[in-house]
């Protein structure tokens, strides 16, 4: 019944977060951070049984496309689109969107992360098949995660009245999408009950958002009709990397889902979703000791340390801390970060310094 | 006037309080923490204009010995006296004590600690000048720091009378000597002002201080005698290695210093005397940044950090420090330590751990 259902994973993204571990030639999708497996092959991986690999595309950059077909290579290789740069979410879905349509002119469309943990992936897919049944219906389905806590790092989208249900999950009218807020919005957003965090997942009909493309981003539209034009000739490439550079970055939020029709939400509950966005959301993600302490990678002693995350490339150096609680500890050979759990937002500000430097650290 | 001055410098220890830096190929003397010369080279350079070099003996043990020559080459060759393994402080002393006899019966000599800082140098030499004198009217004399906080990390010297003045410093009878206190204690005696650190350092007549070996350590004296018997034959190797094993090990101070007679302290001020005994005590002889941090090596970004040190053995390493204050952090290669600032003794802790198990750590 989900024969026309394609998962479109966004895997272009570098990540500096996790820095210094994510770095410009090793994105944050394909860190083994949550087990053996690459953030990226568990994205691929938790489809299994609602998306055969064939129905499964992959948009990311020349760079990283060689890694990622080696991670997946159940994935057909033409299967694997390539932004020549990256351009924002808005054309990464439109050139999807142009692709899959060749393909399959009734395609439903399935716009997935690619490093992000969900802890329960049973969830997940009964998730993303009830938005199926929304998008067949002819919404623009966004998938929302019921908050736990008033998260200040994530959007936010305002729940109008409700639809209707598939699968025995309840989907609502969008009444407004919301940039990340300060803490007194979060709670109060978290107390009104009826916002979700905005996981920047989609689910809709091909035909639908292209118009929806053709309708607010007429630019981006006239552009990607171009590249539509040249996909089955062996103009293809050329095209793409003449016309790509011109596209306005811009992301899909801004671009379309604010100014959409009939765009609604299924807010998840009990999905255990986390995007991974920094050092600290290890600990909501990954198991701890009996000190709260993480080890991934290395050997470690540990003497009065709680609550502390340590992570290593080389799994035979030691790491000893003694004294030391709500501790982030990175070595990646090159690079140490030692960083207070609750300040490990601010890598960022020290990779926005190194790119002003000469040096191979980022 | 000082023709007959000896300086004996006991360059043998190991050292586990500043691991993982020290080792036990690469103990605490020959490590390069204050400036590009290392804590050996510091302490033969400081005794210049007072003991030319071929009046400098230096007592090691053989895995030692060679890096120690290479370090300070003005020194003969014949001046290195090699223990075959540790057997204490009494031991090192008889034997440089047997040494030095044969050389010059009319000798005074300055043992030495090879792995303190001393800030005030001028103000050293003129104390070790003082204790010549007074060892050449029959004294025993220890060198003592005037405490300048209830130090728990150090024996102390309690001092009874005057006995006197020797180039402007007063000099003392020792009622006793004490044992590394508890708190309390270390601020009860720091009250009185009766009360000096024992440096570990003394000056004494040779005759004197055998006279000593020979009435309170008869066994141990036996042996020096045997070893002494061969010094001068191509029995000396054969004898020291079948000897010394026999040897109970035995500090000094327990063995020959609380139970001798004419002991005396000169207490000296404001030398910035350190043992420099564990990684916090870097603080107290290195000048830190505006923010109190103190960086060896490596390149550092610190963004909210503040009275920290970041040591680490290779230049082209970066570490970054996001809101940590009071930290310790040691890379070096095969292990990082990361302590905290008041916790820095319980390295010791894990060096006993590591002893029981087999690994390169330690």
Aim: hydrophobic content about 40%.
């Amino acid at each position: 019944m989900y024969e026309n259902y394609y998962a479109v994973i966004m895997a272009g993204g570098t990540g500096t977060r996790l820095w210094p571990l994510s770095r410009k030639a090793r994105p944050k999708q394909m860190l083994r951070l949550l087990d053996e497996r690459s953030l990226f092959q568990i994205s691929v991986q938790r489809l299994q049984g609602l998306f055969p690999p064939e129905r499964i595309l992959v948009v990311t950059v020349r760079d990283q496309a060689d890694d990622l077909r080696e991670q997946s290579p159940s994935i057909p290789k033409e299967n694997f689109l390539l932004e020549p740069m990256p351009r924002g979410t808005a054309s990464v879905i439109g050139l999807a969107g142009i692709a899959l349509k060749q393909r399959d002119s009734q395609a439903v469309m399935a716009v997935l992360t690619s490093d992000h943990f969900i802890g329960n992936e049973d969830g997940f897919r009964n998730l993303l098949a009830a938005a199926y049944h929304g998008a067949q219906d002819g919404l623009l389905v966004t998938l929302g995660i019921t908050p736990s806590f008033p998260a200040t790092g994530y959007g936010y989208i305002q729940q109008g009245d409700k639809i209707g249900e598939y699968l025995g999950r309840e989907i609502f009218h969008v009444l407004s999408f919301k940039e990340k807020p300060g803490e007194g919005q979060a709670r109060e957003m978290l107390e009104t009950g009826d916002h979700a965090w905005n996981s920047g997942m989609f689910v809709w009909r091909i035909d639908q958002i292209l118009d929806e493309f053709a309708r607010q981003m007429p630019e981006l539209n006239n552009q990607l009709r171009e590249i539509a034009g040249a996909w089955d000739s062996s103009a293809r490439v050329e095209t793409l990397e003449r016309v790509w550079p011109q596209i306005k970055p811009e992301t899909i939020d801004y671009g379309i889902m604010e100014g959409a029709e009939k765009v609604a939400v299924i807010p998840a509950e009990n999905l255990r979703w986390n995007d991974v966005g920094s050092w600290d959301s290890l600990f909501e993600v990954l198991p701890g000791d009996a000190q709260g302490n993480i080890v991934i990678g290395g050997q470690h002693i540990g003497l009065d340390t709680s609550q502390s995350l340590v992570y290593m490339d080389e799994e035979h150096r030691l790491i000893v801390t003694i004294g030391v609680n709500n501790l982030v500890v990175v070595d990646t050979g090159d690079v140490l970060l030692v960083c207070h759990k609750d300040q490990a937002q601010r890598v960022r500000q020290v990779v926005s310094q190194l790119k002003t430097e000469d040096n191979n650290f980022i």
